[in-house]
């Protein structure tokens, strides 16, 4: 029986076919922008950690002083480098009256 080439709207197998041909595209391309996407996700997260560490390292700690030496340091000196860093927002206030009140002592 000879070879009739179809005519027309395609058969089964080649609807078929070409469905097939569609969705595995379909999916390539959708995994290929998934990978993309999870992997620009990964570098901010990764950059934000990283700039996190380093503003972290950077920033001066904002604890209670020592308590100075007597011999170097005037009290009323120090406590107004107390009460200005307190105005500067680098101590609390409770963090203010304990470093006071060791100076008080």
Request: net charge positive.
């Amino acid at each position: 029986m000879p070879f009739i080439p179809r005519i027309g709207r395609p058969g089964l197998l080649g609807l078929a076919a070409r469905t097939a041909v569609v969705a595995g595209t379909a999916t390539a391309v959708s995994g290929g922008i998934m990978a993309h996407q999870q992997k620009k996700a990964r570098t901010q997260y990764e950059a934000a950690q990283y700039e996190n560490a380093r503003y972290e390292a950077e920033r001066p700690s904002a604890g209670v002083p020592a308590p100075p030496t007597a011999a170097s340091d005037d009290l009323v000196a120090e406590l107004q480098r107390l009460g200005d860093l307190r105005t500067q927002g680098l101590l609390s206030e409770a963090e203010f009256e304990t470093a006071k009140a060791r100076l008080l002592r």
